[in-house]
C-alpha cells in the first residue's frame, strides 16, 4: 500500500495550495481518509476527516473555513484544499486511510489510521 501525497511548496501568507494523495495497493471507497501535519518540534496533529462517501467532514478548529477536504473514488485519490493560509500552517502534510467499518465513526487519532503517506511539505511566508 502507498499513498503518495503531493501539492506542497512555498506560498505566501493568504495565498492557496492544493494537496494530493495519491493511493495505491488500496481501494480507499472501502477506506476513511484523513489529513494530519507535523510542525518542526511539535506532535502529528489531526486536520481533516472524510467519510467514505464524503457525507460527512470535519476539521480542525484551526482550518474550519479555510480548508477543504474532498475526495475522488474513481481515481483514488483524497484531495486537501487550503486557502487563506497563515505561517502558523508551515508543517509537513500527511495522508492517512482507514480500513471502514462502517460505523459512522470520526476519527481524530493518528494512531487509529493504518495507512500513511510520506508527507509533503507546505512553507507558508509572512
Known amino acids: 500500500v502507498q499513498l503518495q501525497a503531493s501539492g506542497g511548496g512555498l506560498v505566501q501568507a493568504g495565498g492557496s495550495l492544493r494537496l494530493s494523495c495519491a493511493a495505491s495497493?488500496?481501494?480507499?471507497?472501502?477506506?476513511?481518509m484523513a489529513w494530519f501535519r507535523q510542525a518542526p518540534g511539535k506532535e502529528r496533529d489531526f486536520v481533516a476527516f472524510v467519510s467514505v462517501s464524503a457525507s460527512s467532514t470535519y476539521y480542525a478548529d484551526s482550518v474550519k473555513g479555510r480548508f477543504t477536504i474532498s475526495r475522488d473514488n474513481a481515481k483514488n485519490t483524497v484531495y486537501l484544499q487550503m486557502s487563506s493560509l497563515k505561517p502558523e500552517d508551515t508543517a509537513v502534510y500527511y495522508c492517512?486511510?482507514?480500513?471502514?467499518?462502517?460505523?459512522?465513526?470520526?476519527?481524530?487519532?493518528?494512531?487509529?489510521?493504518?495507512?500513511w503517506g510520506q508527507g509533503t511539505l507546505v512553507t507558508v511566508s509572512s
Open positions: 492517512a486511510a482507514r480500513r471502514t467499518d462502517y460505523s459512522g465513526r470520526i476519527y481524530y487519532s493518528a494512531g487509529e489510521y493504518n495507512y
Open positions: 495497493g488500496l481501494t480507499i471507497s472501502n477506506s476513511v
